[in-house]
């Protein structure tokens, strides 16, 4: 549906022509057993373990499978580009594989910036395929900076495709072929595509239990939330630093009249004094406000495929500024007029609150991953997102364990991982102290007061070379300044 939507007639010609290319010159003939042979190599290896001599002798053995696997694939790859000139032509083949890294690059951001956050937030957007289409409508200037800057990628033994300009080359040197030319949009092939994305996201994306919002409203309801998520941050901070459980901006501006901005805030700016961490909370607050504006129904989200939405007054659609408000609120006898400010606006403080009593792993990102660490005496398998650890008890032995990690990341959103497992927010954690690298040793000091102890055995694996060093940094940043 993609290339549907934003290559020629010719250039998508070119490219089915590339994949039946391998059918046709029986490329997939032995494809299964090719397949089969390497997940075997594998697996294999992954059971033998790092200290196993029979494990290096085939690890060499898996070298050259792989060395020579791929030098054919790179031949077959070539062969069916061959094909694609037979059918589209020379330009059309050339350009379709220009486009290819474009495209791809193109539906990477738009599931990033778009869909990702408000999916794992529960809702859906209606029509996936068709803001695809309006994004890279929108943001033609930035995609033509993008085939303008792709980098000349040199080749390696392993790769299963040759370089794109070796590739193109090669088509260079192919006879051109008496073919009919099309430069027509390929969506021309379909009467409605709007209608065909439709029943193809309903055929093929499994919404569950999220809710399907129209383009505007699902960026909206994504923005609310992650909004309402920081604020959360915000709100738990507060609660811990005042002790409580039920903190709202109303309260938040109470503590601000009481002369308290500095306590609460220090927290948040751990790095600053007291009168610093004052002075920066007008941030915090602004954002606070922000949410306020929102859920009083006097501002909104504005969706735009050019560029990031915007927080916009719902009266006439220009942009929100509460900084100046927030910083009014921090000032000596500034407060009582901040309030009445907010009040004129239509901004009711009493509607922003605590929603979620702990922190979630909602939007996080896998950094690192350790193998067999354990935790309180008892293995752990150790993913480290940026937003806290998800600590997986009796994981398995340490023989395969980079592998496991592998599967468990590639298997399983970070977001379920966190569900299913014990998940240890950043936040929670009053303190680290490490008192061995390698391998690893530390203690995290809850702000509840227990203590968790973490030693990295020295069968353990790690899911890259520097997994170690990133948990190293993350612990590092939790230290007590």
Excluded at 78 to 90: K, M, P
Aim: with cysteine; hydrophobic share 45%; glycine share 8%.
């Amino acid at each position: 549906m993609p290339l549907l939507q934003v290559f020629t007639l010719d250039q998508l010609r070119s490219v089915i022509a590339h994949e039946l290319g391998h059918y046709s010159r029986r490329h997939t003939r032995l494809g299964a057993m090719a397949y089969r042979g390497r997940m075997a190599i594998g697996m294999t290896i992954g059971q033998l373990g790092p200290h196993n001599v029979i494990g290096w002798i085939f690890k060499a053995y898996a070298r050259l499978y792989l060395l020579v696997d791929s030098a054919v694939v790179r031949r077959q790859e070539l062969e069916a580009d061959q094909a694609s000139v037979q059918v589209a032509g020379r330009a059309a083949a050339a350009a379709a594989l220009r486009e290819l890294p474009v495209l791809s690059a193109a539906w990477d951001f738009y599931f990033d910036a778009y869909v990702a956050d408000g999916w794992e937030r529960g809702y859906a957007p209606d029509d996936l395929f068709g803001g695809f289409r309006a994004m890279v409508d929108a943001r033609k200037a930035e995609l033509n900076e993008v085939r303008a800057r792709q980098p000349e990628r040199t080749a390696s033994i392993w790769d299963t495709h040759p370089p794109i300009p070796d590739r193109i080359a090669a088509i260079a040197r192919t006879p051109e072929p008496a073919t009919y030319r099309d430069g027509r949009p390929a969506a021309v092939l379909l009467p409605n595509i709007v209608e065909v994305g439709w029943r193809l996201q309903q055929a093929t994306v499994r919404f569950g239990q999220r809710t399907v919002l129209p383009w505007p409203q699902f960026t909206a309801a994504t923005l609310t939330a992650r909004l309402q998520s920081q604020a959360d941050t915000i709100f738990r901070s507060i609660a811990r630093t005042v002790h409580t459980q039920a903190v709202n901006l109303a309260m938040v501006l109470d503590l601000i009249a009481a002369g308290r901005a500095g306590e609460i805030a220090e927290p948040l700016f751990p790095e600053n004094t007291r009168r610093e961490a004052a002075g920066l909370f007008a941030g915090p607050l602004e954002m606070l406000f922000q949410l306020a504006a929102i859920r009083s129904g006097v501002a909104g989200f504005l969706h735009s495929w050019s560029g990031p939405a915007t927080l916009v007054w719902m009266r006439d659609g220009e942009p929100v500024d509460l900084r100046p408000l927030a910083e009014l609120a921090l000032q000596p006898d500034g407060l009582a007029e901040a309030c009445r400010r907010l009040a004129y606006l239509g901004i009711n403080v009493q509607v922003v609150g605590l929603v979620e009593q702990r922190a979630s792993a909602v939007g996080a990102s896998a950094l690192a991953a350790l193998a067999n660490v354990k935790v309180d005496s008892v293995e752990h398998d150790v993913v480290v997102l940026d937003k806290g650890l998800v600590l997986i008890a009796n994981p398995g032995t340490s023989d395969g364990g980079r592998q496991r990690l592998e599967q468990r990341l590639a298997q399983s959103p970070v977001i379920e991982l966190a569900a299913r497992h014990w998940f240890l927010p950043y936040e929670e954690v009053a303190s680290a102290s490490v008192s061995r690298k390698v391998p690893l040793r530390a203690e995290l000091v809850l702000h509840d007061g227990r203590r968790i102890q973490m030693q990295e055995t020295w069968g353990g694996e790690q899911l890259t070379k520097d997994s170690r060093d990133v948990l190293l940094k993350v612990l590092d940043s939790l230290r007590v300044p």
